[in-house]
């Protein structure tokens, strides 16, 4: 079993809500659940207005099969949010 974890950060320029901020995470959220089957929630980050923290989370039998999923979902994340994408990394665990 092979557990991925893909952690992408946005600064959201010019929001000043969190319903603003609610309402781009949720949309971003909902397509990569839609598109790739994989978990994914806010993390560390919910009480600023101009910081979002995503993780995607994923589990395989292939380590190649998931480094290319979390690959895809990262380059689907960066085209379809607007906002300025600061940091992203993919971890990859394997357990025996």
Known sequence: MVLGVLTVEYRLHGNDSLKGKRRIANSLKQKVRNT???AIAEV???DSLTMLRL???SVSNSHQHLQSRLDKCLAMMEAVCPEEMVYSDIEI???D
């Open 44 to 46: 560390e980050t919910e």
């Open 55 to 57: 993780a995607v989370v």
């Open 93 to 95: 665990f394997a357990a």
């Open 36 to 38: 790739f089957n994989v």
